[in-house]
């Protein structure tokens, strides 16, 4: 079974510093990762995922992560914070199996993000 | 193009009633999920249709909880009868693949029904 963990529910960052949000995932088998952005008052956006394809994915709204294997890591950046980002921010993990491809998701992380 | 959407936004009701909840998905998308946030926990997979098919129900709580997606469009979600831990965000979500096992497949999520049990 996958699971995944996001270190620090809660993130507090000044406007146009780094934003840097944790994400860490166990699977025994390769697994496709995911970044999904809720503001308020609305459903999950997906803001990236990672199919194997390339280990830096580029998403929207300027942010990236890189799958790092040895880590078991695939952390959420951005290098300039705007006010717009406060949301609260999803990993999740999925891999190939038989029973389909429900996503396991990690407990979120809250970004504000403060003038 | 509509996105995922949910009935009703908020529900309230005392333990020992009857609730259903309505996703209606992306058109087109056969794929159709079931997630679940209990308050300070993560989100969960509750269950996965494809089409009318059930794919996964590995997540459904217990028998309280019926899930039904008639003719492969919208789908219901039962709670019969509520208790004070069904409390929380039920999410929906659609995708598109027409395998329902391809991981990468981008799952699109309503805005949530959130359900209060007194």
């Known amino acids: 079974a996958q699971s995944v963990t996001q270190l620090g529910s809660h993130v507090s960052v000044s406007e146009g510093a780094l934003v840097l949000l944790r994400c860490n995932y166990s699977?025994?088998?390769?697994?496709?990762l995911f970044w999904y952005v809720q503001y308020p008052n609305q459903g999950l956006q997906l803001l990236l995922k990672?199919?194997?394809?390339?280990?830096l994915v580029k998403g929207i709204n300027g942010f990236e992560a890189e799958f790092k294997k040895s880590e078991t890591s695939f952390h959420l950046t951005k290098p300039s914070a705007h006010m717009s980002d406060a949301a609260e921010y999803f990993c999740?993990?999925?891999?190939?199996?038989?029973?389909?491809?429900?996503?396991?998701f990690g407990g979120g992380t809250r970004l504000m993000v403060k003038p | 193009e509509a996105g995922v959407t949910q009935f009703p936004s908020h529900s309230v009701i005392e333990k020992g009633q009857t609730v259903t909840l309505r996703c209606d998905p992306i058109?087109?998308?056969?794929?159709l999920y079931w997630y679940r946030r209990v308050m300070g926990k993560e989100i969960k997979f509750l269950l996965h249709?494809?089409?009318?098919?059930?794919?996964?129900e590995s997540g459904m709580p217990n028998n309280r909880f019926l899930a039904e997606r008639t003719g492969g469009t919208y789908s219901t979600l039962k709670v019969q009868p509520a208790e004070l831990e069904d409390s929380g965000v039920y999410f929906c979500?659609?995708?598109?693949?027409?395998?329902?096992?391809?991981?990468?497949?981008?799952?699109?999520f309503g805005p949530g029904t959130r359900l209060t049990v007194l």
């Open positions: 979500a659609s995708s598109q693949d027409r395998t329902g096992v391809l991981p990468t497949d981008t799952q699109y």
């Open positions: 699977s025994s088998v390769p697994p496709y």
């Open positions: 990672y199919t194997s394809a390339a280990t």
């Open positions: 999740a993990v999925s891999v190939v199996g038989d029973a389909g491809n429900m996503l396991t």
């Open positions: 058109s087109g998308h056969d794929n």
């Open positions: 249709f494809v089409k009318e098919s059930k794919q996964d």
